[in-house]
């Protein structure tokens, strides 16, 4: 009984931690399905961080206490449109200006979480040293959309049904997703861009407008990852020390689930559970550092294991990093 | 009244690219339920032509009707629309994506997407005409064949009238041609126009109704081919280029450089490249090789150089000190350090021969690297080479320091070969060495080749200009489709024997 519990615990720890890494996997995964390789992820998360978390402080701040719904739709927004401009930056630099997009993205994570930093820092001080929404808010953003009497089945209850609103609207995000790049007339074009551009392009795809806007809305969901992390596991004030290292596991998680909305599912709750280990299953032995590796050593790993195998399947995109150029023949 | 039924019509149709005149106000008539193939030597305009056609490029000046009316074609969607499809030599595929998926790509008319629908009018489509094809089969798992077959099926679903094949059997066995040219009859039958570009002369003789003629971007003329032969077709196609006079001394001393017993390779699409190539490269000679592009040419240079993975055969290097040594399992490195000096100007000059982004010193330090000593290179010496090189070759550039990459292409052959036979190579091998030069530098070119052979280097000169060939070499391999089609006396050949070399092994016509 004792393990079983701890074991559910530590799942739905796993869950919470794991929520941030879904979205901003989620988004990673649209961008490299149109063959832009945005290294950005950790900026982006940062940027959505603070602008979310400003968007829902200043909104209680200057209107009132929103309803929850509202607070939810207000740090999902704000969150957004600071990925989804973040990533116009890149698209622009790497579509349109055909930069080396390594250049690029890495230049945007090291800017993104400047400005992240700059802004989280700003809200702070001027509002005299702490930044934090009320308390119904707060509580708002932990709760579940499910009703009590779900959430006290034994053991599964908590587990299925007790989670943020924001693991279920991941969970969907996730599906639609899968959806959308296996069964739809677009799905299956964005995935010819990223594959092969020149193709997509002679068959009249606008591959530029595939690549702006895949990696628009790409940037823009991975940056509600960094609010889901700040008014939830954070409790709704400017931590950018548990943000960090974020959008990089997320990057290494889209290798991991191998381009696919749905195993980024349970691989983000894996990863979310990687990342908790140290503080939950204990070994005195074993040095915490030791732990909080854990992550990238399995990304190392699953990068040397699906590399041996020569499954064409699961590749990435192949067009994935490279400009495409017209011209170029 | 005939003209009325042409299906498309080309009308003075010229095109320049930079400075280069590719097309050279072109006239053709394309008919429905004919094959007529359009047949000229590399860069004579034919690919650039019905790339026009297909809203690949635009046409500078001149028009094009359709069933007598004029149209214009600004993208490969208004091709389509007007039922032209193309099929590149270089197939427009998506990998990881079935056959059906790929012909449905880009194709806006269907609403929803019904995959099965399209396997099943894919079928249909397979049936009418007699290919095999199976429509839930990944590109990946595909042969050669069958991802041409698939692009002919992309074409046909889009309901293509025209069809234009950019040199369709470059890549496929005799039988997958034979298979092809099935089915392209059958499509004729069908009432559809096709064109079909190639430069070999007896898949022109077996499957074209009509031939044009191009030559140097100009249109020399239309003929059926049942009035024709190669012999005459050659002749078009070749046409009288004026003499070119390339000094050509005599060197009475001779000797045994290279040996090659029936070398194999293949490429990394395990298409066989070189297939039992035997010949001896002399010392104090240059030793010519013509043939179709891609038919081997490459892959000799590369196995000779130690680049290229040999299936089988051997390659023996008599040095002129008296030693001799098997090349072939050696890296360039193992090949460099037995003492043996290849060099080497590959075709992709700044791809495989220069660093773009260095100056001519650090380039000229790629071959120098390894000497000095201790862990710091020595300039001084890569830099003496790189003015003399500069001086010498009249290199036109702001500084040796430079990057090469924005030079011309002269200029960066010349810090090329310049480099290269300031080793005074023992084997000198260039492939396309004056491609794209002017006329100025491509004498230059061909007089460091002659001096080198002068100086005992056995030249291997891979050249696509027959004319050339003739003049400057003494002895000229004929390869193709990977096979030694004949070794010729430069002095004595002529080019329409090399001509039908290159199109048939041995020269003889293929029934």
């Known amino acids: 009984m004792k393990t079983l519990d701890t074991v559910v615990l530590l799942l739905i720890a796993a869950i919470t931690y794991g929520t941030p890494l879904l979205y901003g996997t989620l988004g990673e995964v649209l961008t490299e399905r149109s063959g832009n390789l945005n290294l950005g992820v950790e900026g982006i998360l940062f940027m959505g961080g603070a602008f979310g978390l400003g968007g829902v402080y200043y909104c209680e701040k200057l209107l009132g206490t929103p309803s929850g ?48 930093q700059f802004a989280g820092e700003m809200m702070r001080v001027r509002a005299g040293g702490y930044v934090t929404v009320s308390n119904e808010l707060k509580a708002v953003f932990t709760s579940s959309p499910f009703p009590q009497f779900m959430k006290d089945i034994p053991y599964v209850g908590q587990l299925l049904f007790g989670n943020s609103h924001f693991f279920y609207i991941g969970v969907i995000l996730a599906v639609l997703m899968h959806l959308f790049l296996k069964k739809t007339r677009k799905g299956l074009y964005l995935r010819a861009v990223g594959e ?20 628009i809305i790409g940037g823009g969901i991975s940056a509600i990852g960094g609010v889901v992390y700040i008014v939830t596991t954070a409790g709704c004030t400017w931590n950018n020390e548990g943000l960090s290292g974020v959008g990089w596991l997320a990057v290494a998680l889209v290798i991991f689930c191998l381009w696919r909305p749905l195993s980024a599912l349970w691989g983000s709750v894996l990863f979310g559970a990687l990342m908790i ?20 050593v399995v990304t190392v790993v699953v990068l040397i294991l699906s590399s041996l195998r020569n499954n064409k399947e699961k590749q990435p995109p192949e067009g994935l990093g490279l400009a495409y150029f017209r011209e170029d023949r | 009244m005939e003209k009325n039924c042409y299906a498309i019509e080309l009308k003075g149709i010229t095109k320049h690219f930079g400075p280069v005149l590719a097309n050279d106000s072109i006239d053709l008539g394309l008919q429905r339920g004919e094959i007529l193939a359009l047949l000229g030597e590399n860069g004579s305009g034919k690919t650039t032509l019905m790339n026009m056609l297909s809203g690949i490029y635009l046409p500078d000046a001149g028009e ?28 427009k595929l998506v ?4 056959a059906a998926e790929n012909i449905v790509l880009g194709m806006e008319q269907e609403k929803k997407l019904d995959i099965k629908q399209t396997n099943a009018r894919v079928r249909e489509i397979c049936q009418r005409y007699g290919f095999e094809i199976d429509p839930e089969k990944k590109v990946y798992d595909m042969s050669v064949s069958e991802k041409q077959t698939l692009e002919i099926v992309k074409v046909l679903y889009r309901g293509a ?8 059997t470059a890549v496929l066995t005799p039988q997958e041609t034979d298979r092809l040219f099935a089915v392209l009859r059958n499509m004729r039958s069908d009432n559809k126009a096709i064109v079909i570009i190639t430069h070999k002369l007896n898949e022109v003789m077996a499957i074209s109704d009509k031939v044009a003629v191009l030559r140097k971007g100009k249109y020399i003329g239309t003929i059926p081919t049942a009035e024709t032969n190669p012999q005459a077709l050659t002749d078009m196609m070749v046409g009288r280029a004026v003499s070119l006079n ?26 066989k490249k070189l297939d039992g190539v035997s010949f001896t490269a002399m010392g104090g000679e240059i030793l010519g090789v013509a043939g179709i592009a891609g038919s081997g040419q490459k892959e000799l240079l590369e196995a000779i150089a130690g680049l290229c993975p040999i299936a089988g055969g051997s390659i023996l290097y008599k040095s002129p000190a008296g030693g001799q040594e098997e090349l072939v399992g050696m890296s360039p490195m193992q090949i460099r350090k037995k003492g043996i000096s290849l060099a080497f100007i590959p075709e992709d000059r700044l791809g495989m021969g220069l660093v773009g982004s260095m100056g001519m010193t650090g380039n000229m330090m790629l071959r120098s690297w390894r000497k000095g000593s201790g862990p710091f290179v020595k300039r001084k010496e890569p830099k003496a080479l790189a003015n003399k090189v500069l001086q010498d070759l009249e290199v036109v550039t702001p500084g040796i320091e430079f990057p090469v990459r924005k030079l011309s292409g002269g200029n960066v052959q010349k810090v090329l070969v310049g480099r290269e036979i300031a080793s005074s190579p023992s084997v000198l091998m260039t492939a396309y060495a004056v491609r794209g030069l002017d006329i100025n530098t491509s004498y230059t070119i061909y007089n460091l080749m002659t001096e080198q052979k002068m ?13 050339v060939l003739l003049e400057l070499c003494d002895r000229i391999l004929v390869l193709c489709g990977g096979k030694l089609s004949g070794i010729v006396d430069a002095r004595r050949a002529t080019k329409e024997e090399i001509g039908l070399l290159m199109t048939s092994v041995g020269g003889k016509e293929e029934a």
Not at chain 2, 66 to 91: N, T
Not at chain 2, 161 to 168: R, S
């Open chain 1, 196 to 215: 092969n551009p020149a193709t997509a392009d002679a068959a009249g795809i606008s591959v530029t407008r595939y690549k702006y806007l895949a990696t």
């Open chain 2, 161 to 168: 009238e025209i069809l234009i094949l950019d040199e369709p």
């Open chain 1, 277 to 296: 280990l140290y503080m939950r299953l204990q070994l005195s032995f074993i040095p915490t550092e030791l732990y909080k590796i854990l992550p990238y």
């Open chain 2, 246 to 271: 390339i000094d050509r001394p005599w060197n009475d001393q001779q000797t045994e450089r290279l040996l090659v017993r029936d070398l194999s390779c293949y490429d990394h699409e395990h298409v």
């Open chain 2, 95 to 98: 990998n990881v994506f079935t």
């Open chain 2, 455 to 467: 100086k005992g280097a056995a030249v291997i000169f891979v050249g696509e200009d027959l004319d």
């Open chain 1, 69 to 116: 719904i509202a607070a939810i739709a207000i740090a999902l927004l704000c969150a957004f449109l600071a990925g989804a401009l973040a990533s116009l930056i890149f698209s622009f630099i790497t579509t349109t200006l055909r930069a080396n997009q390594n250049v690029t993205g890495l230049a945007l994570a090291i800017f993104g979480t400047g400005v992240g």
């Open chain 2, 64 to 91: 094009i009707l359709a069933d007598g009316h004029p149209i214009s074609i600004r993208s490969p969607k208004d091709a389509f629309a007007h039922g032209i499809g193309m099929i590149h030599q270089h197939y």
